[in-house]
């Protein structure tokens, strides 16, 4: 499976979802087993380098603004969600974390943000298709800390200066 094909996968089941979180990670888990083992593998793959990817601070800050908080497993289920959204609203978030406020213009704190079962899409395909577990990815471990220049959530002022489209918003 190449990128394509796995930004394809992920954006016609958003479409069908309608956007919703939870349906979008039952209608992946289905569209994953009509594919081979081989493939969910792969698009396994894809979506954990993504994911690991987005472990940034910057980006981290934004989910922490836009969800008013953002623990841990808050900003994990954020990645996940910002993968659901595609590869444009994915890409362009990296690029800028404060371009979200104009990539998801309707982003709600209290449905969005929020794509925990996406991230077990592949695993739950895979076992339904084997009946095993999905075997390890051979991807490098996720980094210890975020990537990029720290970025003190508690410091509102620099949070501020830093992401002025998201603090007007948000904040």
Not at 66 to 76: P, V
Not at 79 to 84: A, E, H, N
Not at 133 to 157: H, I, K, R, T
Request: contains cysteine; negative net charge.
């Amino acid at each position: 499976m190449d990128e394509t094909e796995f930004w394809e996968i992920i954006d016609s089941t958003r479409e069908a979802a309608g956007g919703d979180p939870e349906e979008h990670a039952d209608l992946l888990v289905d569209r994953l087993t009509q594919l081979d083992p081989d493939s969910v593998a792969d698009f396994a793959r894809h979506f954990e380098t993504r994911f690991n990817r987005a472990y940034r601070w910057d980006v981290w800050a934004a989910a922490d603004i836009m969800l008013g908080g953002a623990s841990d497993d808050a900003f994990d289920f954020f990645r996940c969600w910002l993968i659901g959204r595609g590869r444009h609203v994915f890409e362009g978030a990296l690029h800028d974390p404060d371009e979200l406020t104009a990539l998801v213009p309707d982003f709600n704190a209290e449905t969005d943000g929020d794509a925990e079962d996406l991230g077990y899409a592949a695993d739950e395909a895979y076992e339904r298709l084997t009946g095993i577990q999905l075997p390890d990815l051979g991807l490098p471990d996720s980094p210890p800390e975020p990537d990029g220049p720290f970025v003190d959530f508690e410091n509102a002022e620099t949070v501020a200066e830093r992401f002025p489209k998201l603090w007007q918003r948000f904040g």
